[in-house]
């Protein structure tokens, strides 16, 4: 996830290209509602997290 659609895209297209199915989301609602629809193993988060920090879950 990523507010930043041009970083975010670039990301994917990256992981794309080595064979990775990606899902993108440009906000917090889209995040949750993308990763409970995909089951995502696992996410990037270029937002803040309540701490302040940014996260991989």
């Not at 041009?6 to 509602?33: I, M, N, P």
């Not at 937002?47 to 996260?55: D, K, L, R």
Request: glycine share 8%; aromatic share 6%.
């Amino acid at each position: 996830m990523d507010d930043n659609v041009d970083a975010a895209g670039t990301l994917a297209e990256g992981l794309s290209a080595h064979g990775h199915e990606v899902k993108t989301a440009y906000t917090a609602q889209a995040a949750l509602q993308t990763r409970g629809i995909w089951m995502l193993p696992f996410s990037i988060s270029d937002c803040p997290t309540s701490a302040g920090m940014n996260s991989l879950t």
